[in-house]
């Protein structure tokens, strides 16, 4: 960022990592947005009438709108005041968690369907308190039980939303 003489401002994206991967954001929210209509299937009808009245596609796209108006908020915040170093402090060791903590979230995506989610939710919650450090016997049973299952309790009957169903329920 620089100023001008007549008191403006010119933003620039030159160097700004966190302006870059804001745009990527940006992208990738809208591709979710486009591809939403081919990704979901169609609620179920009984008798030419759907069991539910919300649309299977109304989350996703919130959150795809979520992610592109914050990304949006985030990329003009990052212009104006841009990081001298955006990686400053970071060690390789935060790189190797967070690639552990994204295997986790791959392993809960495949065991959504044959699992169903609350046991894939506990056995995730699980394995990603014990992982970051968590040794605290009743923090790990509240965690690892108490949010699936009100995760799970919101969106089935609350909110009416279908969630796989596994082995349990």
Excluded: C, H
């Amino acid at each position: 960022m620089t100023n001008g003489g007549d008191g403006s401002q010119k933003y620039s994206l030159r160097g700004n990592v966190e302006a870059y991967a804001l745009i990527g954001m940006m992208v990738l929210a809208l591709a979710f947005y486009l591809l939403i209509p081919y990704q979901i299937e169609k609620p179920k009808l009984l008798f030419g009438r759907a069991f539910m009245d919300m649309k299977p596609t109304l989350f996703p796209t919130l959150a795809a709108i979520g992610m592109f108006v914050l990304s949006g908020i985030a990329l003009v915040q990052s212009l104006r005041n841009p990081l001298d170093k955006p990686f400053k402090g970071l060690d390789r060791t935060i790189g190797i968690q967070l690639s552990v903590i994204i295997v986790m979230l791959y392993g809960f995506a495949l065991t959504f369907d044959p699992l169903g989610y609350w046991i894939s939710g506990i056995l995730v919650s699980l394995a990603l308190s014990l992982y970051l450090g968590n040794r605290n016997i009743v923090t790990l049973l509240i965690l690892s039980l108490g949010v699936p299952s009100f995760i799970y309790f919101v969106f089935t009957k609350l909110l009416l939303v279908s969630l796989p169903e596994g082995v349990i329920f």
